[in-house]
């Protein structure tokens, strides 16, 4: 997706480790328009999927997922990473370790809201370790929800999280990847629509 790549060369941020910080538009600041792009073009890719609901975790997937639900006319669900008082009752779970964080988070989806009508598409705004998709297709299974795909904004190829996904045969689209960081420079995978 050629606005989102032109929008991380000119506002992202490589950071040590193989960070890419992008708060100007996406994890602290955010772009309402560019998310709306955002959302279109996973309509554009899953729209014919009669989903029933978008399916994230918390916080920064939210934004994208929103725009996609939007503009579908679903639901969008989230999963809490802290145990809220408001959420007592049955609930799915997964384990999802972060990498960048060094910390295990429980993911918690109150069971209510999934179940084996759904048609479910998953979205986040990254995809690393795959850590987080991980943790939500072990949810959908849970629910015995179908999973219709998995649509990511910035990959990041040169971790495992894709082929991960992939291997397990999910139908995984990802908006920008990134080949690599090498000299500080975002090298993206191929240039795109
Ligand atoms: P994984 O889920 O693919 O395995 O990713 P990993 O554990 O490495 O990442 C943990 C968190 O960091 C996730 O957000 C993920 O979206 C984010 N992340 C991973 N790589 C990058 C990166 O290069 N840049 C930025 N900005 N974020 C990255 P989270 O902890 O769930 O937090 P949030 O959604 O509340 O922001
Ligand atoms: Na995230
Ligand atoms: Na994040």
Redesign the pocket.
Known sequence: MKILEERIKQDGVVLPG??????QF??HQIDPDLMLDIGKEFVNLFGKEKITKILT?????IAPAMMTGLLLHVPVLFGR?KKSSTMPGDVYCAH??????KIE?TVTIESKFLNKNDRVLII??????????SGMLEICQQAHAQVVGVGIA?E?SF?G?AKRIKDQGVHLESLAKIASFDNGQVQFVEESK
């Not at 999802?96 to 964080?101: A, D, H, M, Q």
């Open positions: 193989n960070v890419l910080k992008v708060n996406l994890n975790i918390e916080s920064s997937g990473k999802v370790y972060s990498y960048t964080k988070n986040d705004d990254f995809l690393a370790n795959g850590e987080a998709v910035i990041k971790q999280g």
